[in-house]
Structures are given as C-alpha cells and as structure tokens.
Antibody, heavy 128, light 110 residues
Framework: EVQLVESGGGLVQPGRSLRLSCTAS????????MSWVRQAPGKGLEWVGF??????????EYAASVKGRFTISRDDSKSIAYLQMNSLKTEDTAVYYC???????????????????WGKGTTVTVSS | EIVMTQSPATLSVSPGERATLSCRAS??????LAWYQQKPGQAPRLLIY???TRATGIPARFSGSGSGTEFTLTISSLQSEDFAVYYC????????????FGQGTKLEIK
C-alpha cells in the first residue's frame, strides 16, 4: 500500500525551529518529487514547497511566504522527506501535509506535476 | 503569478442531482489543472488531473473539462459521500515555479 506518514509537529514558540518528516512506503521514493502543503485552521490549501527527484536534480522550489525560512530535503535511502522550518511565525500555524508528486509532459514537451498521494498531516502550532 | 478563482464559494445541491463547480485561471494553464476533494478532518484526495483524466479509483460520476482559463468539475449524480470541499490546482513550470490552489468550493446538501 502506498503511504505517506508525517511526523514532528507540535507546539513551538515564535522565532523557534521545527523539523517535520514524511516517511514513505509502498513505492520507489526516489522516483518521485515530493511537496509540502499546509492548511491553516478553517482555511484553504497553501502549497509550501517541493523537491524534485534526483533524476531532475533534486532541486527545490518554495512559496514566497516561506522562502528563506523553510528548507526541504530528502533522504532517498530512508524514503523520508523533511521540512525544516526556521524563524517560525504565528501565521505558520497549520496542518502540514506531504504529497507524492507525479510528473508528466504536455504536448509541447514542458514538465508538469500533480499530487496523487497525500499523508494524513501533522499539526504545527506556533504560539507563545 | 497565476491566480485560481473558484465559484461558487458554496453550492447547495440535493442528492441524486448534478453539481457543476467552476475554476478560472488568471491566465492560460493549458490543460494542466487538477481537482481535489477534501472531507472534514481528512487529507485531500486527487480526483482529476490533466483537466479531464480521472485518478485511479475515482468513480465515473466525476468528470472534468476545460482548457486555457476555464475549467469545470461535474458530479453527475450526487451521492452522500460527495458532500465535501473541492479545490482546483495548477502548476507553474516557469518562474516563479509553484503550485497554486483555488480557494475551494464547499458542496453541501440542500
């Protein structure tokens, strides 16, 4: 069974750091890009960032709201993706989901992604 | 930055009837659009990708259409388990490279 399990959430004070983990099973982790998506209480979905597979350089992209504070990494030998969150703000309070991202090419040869598997999420609360 | 706008914010439909949800992009995204369903307390689930391709295990009553800037998710005969929030999403593959979600449409029982 394909599965993603997030962990590492909790209560943290503003300005502090937290690292989330996403442990994958049931598929070849290294073949896929992975994203982090968050959802503040009562709000919609917000993409946080993603990391490409090693085949595409393992590079990362981030939303403007977290760029410079959050870092995504991956350990393909352990099938784990990480989200390192520094300088946390109260507005970072949310449920954080990790996703498996599938790549495909359109008719013009450009690469696109969509999120086909989601974890159940882990809750991060930033409060003093 | 491409902005995704969903309408209506809330849609009230009776079980057995058809529901039509809309998603508009601020500029063309070709057919690179996905739809997700989220039930309370659960993670989102992929329904449609490439604007019209159903994901694995998604019932045939769900269909997606559109290209460019206008997209539609249609649920042909609503079942009780279909009442949820639906999000559209696009992926930008030119700077700024990013995913963008719509704000969601809540489908509620009439």
């Amino acid at each position: 069974e394909v599965q993603l399990v997030e962990s590492g959430g909790g209560l943290v004070q503003p300005g502090r750091s937290l690292r989330l983990s996403c442990t994958a099973s049931g598929f070849t982790f290294g073949d896929y890009a992975m994203s982090w998506v968050r959802q503040a209480p009562g709000k919609g979905l917000e993409w946080v960032g993603f990391i490409r597979s090693k085949a595409y350089g393992g590079t990362t992209e981030y939303a403007a709201s977290v760029k410079g504070r959050f870092t995504i990494s991956r350990d393909d030998s352990k099938s784990i993706a990480y989200l390192q969150m520094n300088s946390l703000k109260t507005e970072d309070t949310a449920v954080y989901y990790c996703t498996r991202d599938v790549d495909y090419y359109d008719s013009s040869g450009y690469i696109y992604y969509y999120m086909d598997v989601w974890g159940k999420g882990t809750t991060v609360t930033v409060s003093s | 930055e491409i902005v995704m706008t969903q309408s209506p914010a809330t849609l009230s439909v009776s079980p057995g009837e058809r529901a039509t949800l809309s998603c508009r992009a601020s500029q063309s995204v070709s057919s690179n659009l996905a739809w997700y369903q989220q039930k309370p307390g659960q993670a989102p689930r992929l329904l449609i990708y490439g604007a019209s391709t159903r994901a694995t295990g998604i019932p045939a009553r769900f269909s997606g259409s559109g290209s460019g800037t206008e997209f539609t998710l249609t649920i042909s005969s609503l079942q009780s388990e279909d009442f949820a929030v639906y999000y559209c999403q696009q992926y930008n593959n030119w700077p700024p490279i990013m995913y963008t979600f719509g704000q969601g449409t809540k489908l509620e029982i009439k």
